[in-house]
């Protein structure tokens, strides 16, 4: 490894992997913890060539086709094949690097099992033969990013929300409080509320649900102002398919799920 070379830093979330280096502002690659595989053997439809695999934006756009895996389940990795892919995708394709030249920081949920930690060291040391790599709870490393080493920081994902008290750099395991209502299930909860409304949602669809809950939900800071409301708080949505849906008060009553 030579000196200079910048570190790799890759956070794995439910939803999204980030991807860039230090010392950047911001990440270069940002994409959805998917992996699709074909429904049908590659070759199999005349008229359509697929891959083995697709990864991130590319398997969302053909779902369709594949049967889609996700390989971090409420913050843990749980399937490591798929997440192998993941990394080769994140490192080859997004990134255009060889993952042995570059030292690695990789991020981990608060209260990771210690054998999850040892399989996520094995595999990126083995498989990948990074020269030197960290292991560090997210958390702790957005509290750095705020230039402070101690304090409380609530970090809600797609998968799983924490609450971790952190001290001069060191989350306190004991006094975290770990919450598994979390973005994916308020994106299903507000399917759920248009599909009563005479909506028709499916579950290959959740994309379009939490497109629609980032553009249109946000938190009501009294549930009675907001009820009383009414039809003033509707708003349009364009479907991909060109039709339009009002939303209305399942703008608010979707985020306040997180609360109760």
């Known amino acids: 490894m030579e000196e200079g070379v910048q570190a790799i830093v890759i956070d794995n979330g439910s939803g999204l992997i980030k991807a860039g280096f230090a010392g950047d502002d911001a990440p270069r690659a940002t994409f959805p913890s998917i992996v699709g595989h074909p429904r049908i053997q590659p070759g199999g439809m005349v008229g359509v060539q697929l891959k083995s695999s697709y990864v991130g934006d590319d398997a969302q756009a053909k779902r369709a086709l594949l049967n889609l895996k996700y390989p971090i389940q409420r913050g843990f990795i749980t399937d490591w094949e798929q997440m192998e892919t993941l990394w080769q995708h994140t490192f080859l394709n997004q990134l255009r690097v060889a993952p042995e030249e570059h030292p690695l920081l990789v991020t981990e949920p608060p209260l990771n099992p210690k054998e999850k930690r040892e399989n996520i060291t094995q595999m990126l040391f083995e498989r ?9 709870v997210q958390a702790v490393l957005g509290l750095y990013a705020a230039g402070r080493t101690s304090g409380v920081v609530m970090d809600m994902g797609d998968g799983v929300c924490h609450a971790v008290p952190v001290y001069e750099g060191y989350a306190l395991p004991h006094a975290i409080v770990r919450s598994e209502v979390a973005g994916r299930d308020l994106t299903e909860y507000l399917m759920k509320e248009l599909n ?26 009294e549930e009675k102002k907001e009820s009383a409301l009414g039809t003033a708080v509707e708003r349009s949505y364009v479907l991909p398919d060109g039709k339009v849906i009002r939303v209305g008060s399942e703008r608010w009553r979707c985020p306040e799920a997180i609360f109760q």
């Open 128 to 136: 990948f033969q990074v020269p030197a790599m960290y292991v560090s």
């Open 196 to 221: 009563e409304g005479g909506q028709a949602f499916t579950e290959g669809e959740r994309e379009v649900g939490q497109d629609m809950k980032e553009k249109l939900c946000y938190v009501a800071l």
